[in-house]
């Protein structure tokens, strides 16, 4: 059975509305820095971009986000 989550629309003309997809056919998520690091989600289908964060994301998911520092030497 497919999964569906509610995400808030990034994307103009209907920037914050809200879209149900379904997130069994999601193949990557993403932080976009080109959109203000809005959040862009692909899937088999479309892709979109979402006003959540990353975190608030992979949380809707069901995953575990675990942020990289980068090492400075």
Do not use: R
């Not at 862009?40 to 942020?67: D, R």
């Amino acid at each position: 059975m497919a999964k569906f989550v509610t995400f808030t629309n990034a994307n103009p003309p209907y920037e914050g509305t809200q879209i149900l997809i379904n997130v069994d056919n999601i193949v990557s998520v993403y932080e976009d820095l080109t959109t203000n690091k809005k959040v862009a989600l692909w899937s088999k289908e479309n892709f979109w971009h979402i006003e959540e964060t990353i975190e608030e994301v992979y949380n809707k998911l069901g995953l575990e986000y675990k942020h990289k520092k980068e090492e400075v030497n």
